[in-house]
């Protein structure tokens, strides 16, 4: 029997790939390039499958130029490289990779929320810098975690997973606000207590994004939002670029409108504005928040599971447009 051909877009584990190659024809990246969209049609051609992550892009486009394909498989719980309804219309599967990545990635929420409270790359580079000669009352002086207002835009499994270690491991206030509201024994149980939009940003010393990208959310925090918030406020984003207005947000960072912000995404990354490297009261990272080891992994092993429960005619674990699959 003539084993499924697919695609894996970009280089991933080897344990994985060998996973895959046991059950499928792979076609995969070794030298991890990043394609354009014109390469990853060209190399999808004749593929019934992918494997893809967050950068590689499945629109009508690809759809209408690679008709064999049936199933996409994304090696990330946020899908905003994918054209959802393009996808359902033309009868290919989507998954994802949700919960797998949840605690890892609430960790380095709190990671980078608490190295740009606490100034912790600026004085680095600082020390780096042969700079530091005395001590001083005032030095680095940052914002307080512990016993603080912590809020929460967006509160799916990671957005818990913050609020819990907010509450819980620091004593924190938390607030949040979402699409739909948390029913009452999961609020209880991550000690936080749902606000509007409008109380989040004025109340909270420590804004934590985790929403998805979608058209919706686009510039969801732009100048006036800013304005909104507390001048010894901190902002950090571990969700998509373009969920933040970035020159609004250089130009609140520059003008000392908000305290300090940890960004992990940004809008056309991996470009990073140069408005915001230019200033020292943001912390940056290269879009890292699931990136430990095991979690890449489980990551890529549920990607793979879905492929392999999709060929084989079970239910794949984590589907996003379930209806492709009644229809089949
Ligand atoms: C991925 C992410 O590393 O899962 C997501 O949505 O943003 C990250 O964990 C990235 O998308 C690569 O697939």
């Known amino acids: 029997m003539t084993k499924p051909k697919i695609l894996i877009a970009r280089a991933v584990f080897m344990e994985v790939i060998a996973r895959l190659e046991q059950h499928f024809d792979v076609e995969s990246n070794p030298l991890d390039e990043v394609w354009s969209q014109a390469q990853l049609i060209a190399r999808l051609q004749g593929k019934q499958g992918a494997f893809t992550t967050g950068g590689d892009r499945i629109d009508a486009s690809?759809?209408?130029?690679?008709?064999?394909?049936?199933?996409?498989?994304?090696?990330?719980?946020?899908?905003?490289?994918?054209?959802?309804?393009?996808?359902?219309q033309a009868g290919v599967l989507a998954t994802n990779a949700p919960a797998v990545l949840t605690e890892t990635t609430a960790d380095f929420g709190f990671a980078l929320l608490m190295a740009t409270a606490r100034r912790i790359t600026e004085s680095e580079h600082y020390l780096r810098a042969g700079k530091w000669n005395k001590w001083?009352?005032?030095?680095?002086?940052?914002?307080?975690?512990?016993?603080?207002?912590l809020g929460v835009l967006g509160m799916g499994r990671i957005g818990q997973g913050i609020a819990r270690r907010g509450a819980l491991g620091f004593g924190m206030n938390v607030?949040?606000?979402?699409?739909?509201?948390?029913?009452?024994?999961?609020?209880?149980?991550?000690?936080?207590?749902?606000?509007?939009?409008?109380?989040?940003?004025?109340?909270?010393?420590h804004l934590v994004l985790v929403l998805p990208y979608s058209a919706a959310s686009h510039h969801t925090i732009g100048a006036a939002e800013l304005a909104l918030m507390?001048?010894?406020?901190?902002?950090?984003?571990?969700?998509?670029?373009?969920?933040?207005?970035?020159?609004?947000?250089?130009?609140?960072?520059?003008?000392?409108?908000?305290?300090?912000?940890?960004?992990?995404?940004?809008?056309?990354?991996?470009a990073v504005h140069p408005d915001l490297l230019a200033l020292s009261n943001v912390v940056l990272t290269p879009h890292i928040a699931s990136a430990t080891r095991p979690t890449r992994l489980a990551m890529a092993n549920l990607a793979a599971d879905n492929l392999l429960a999709f060929f084989s005619g079970q239910q794949p674990l984590t589907p996003l447009n379930?209806?492709?699959?009644?229809?089949?």
Do not use: Q
């Not at 209408?64 to 309804?85: Q, W």
């Not at 001083?136 to 016993?147: E, K, T, V």
């Not at 003008?255 to 056309?268: P, Q, T, Y």
């Open 62 to 88: 690809v759809l209408a130029a690679c008709p064999e394909l049936k199933i996409c498989a994304n090696m990330a719980v946020g899908y905003n490289n994918f054209d959802l309804a393009a996808m359902t």
């Open 136 to 149: 001083s009352f005032d030095m680095f002086a940052g914002a307080d975690i512990h016993g603080s207002t």
């Open 322 to 328: 379930s209806e492709v699959l009644a229809a089949r």
């Open 175 to 205: 607030i949040y606000h979402n699409r739909t509201r948390l029913d009452a024994a999961l609020e209880a149980e991550c000690k936080a207590r749902y606000v509007s939009k409008d109380e989040l940003l004025k109340t909270a010393d």
């Open 230 to 270: 507390k001048p010894t406020a901190t902002l950090v984003n571990i969700a998509r670029g373009g969920i933040v207005d970035d020159v609004a947000l250089a130009a609140a960072l520059a003008g000392k409108r908000i305290a300090a912000a940890g960004l992990d995404v940004f809008e056309g990354e991996p």
